[in-house]
């Protein structure tokens, strides 16, 4: 798969990823992504993050790839209990939040804190920093481990956000490029 033949949803953590963030740069940058906006960017709500995506989802035209970073991951997580097989094409996980950092945040609703810690029911890769101040590579790893998600670490990159200077990250739009060809290659051999 191409950029261009899927509906890439953009799946900001808490605060939506400002102006400079990647994730708000690919949006610009990849003419068929769009956000899935959420009423408070601040106030994170398991149940109302959640409806959001499967909303955003159910709309797409196109075959759905998913891209969270930070709480966005755990969203993408709550909203997968609520999605039938097939309507997402995979999901690209960056740096998710620990429970632990989570529960630190001021308006995060208890209900967001603990994740879901079932398998995806699509293909996904987590990419997580050695240095991120908000997962260890355990928690992340423990992460992926439980979503069913290929684990990568990404080095010394901090949150992997504007602040860790990854704010056009070249690299990670590399990588999201080789995991669409990869899905590619999972609905080939689906079809045959």
């Known amino acids: ?9 953009i799946v900001p953590g808490w605060s939506g990823s400002g102006p400079d ?9 990849l003419k068929t992504a769009r956000r899935v906006e959420q009423a408070d960017w601040y106030k994170p709500s398991r149940h109302v993050w959640a409806d959001e995506i499967v909303k955003a989802v159910r709309s797409a035209t196109r075959p759905v790839v ?7 991951c755990s969203a993408i997580a709550f909203a997968a209990e609520h999605l039938h097989p097939g309507e997402v094409a995979g999901a690209f996980l960056v740096a998710p939040a620990s429970e632990r ?6 308006g995060m609703g208890p209900d967001f804190i603990a994740h879901r810690r079932e398998k995806l029911p699509f293909p996904s890769v987590l990419i997580a920093s050695a240095t991120d101040p908000y997962c260890t590579p355990d928690e992340a790893r423990a992460l992926a481990e439980a979503w069913g998600s290929e684990f990568v670490e990404a080095g010394d990159s901090g949150h992997l956000n504007s602040e860790s200077g990854h704010g056009p990250w070249p690299d990670g739009l590399l990588r999201f490029a080789g995991f669409l060809k990869s899905l590619s290659v999972v609905s080939q051999k689906v079809n045959q």
């Open 21 to 29: 963030h990647w994730q708000s740069r690919w949006e610009t940058r």
């Open 66 to 72: 998913l891209v969270g970073h930070s709480a966005g």
């Open 1 to 9: 798969m191409k950029s261009s033949d899927v509906d890439i949803l």
């Open 101 to 106: 950092a989570k529960g630190a945040v001021p």
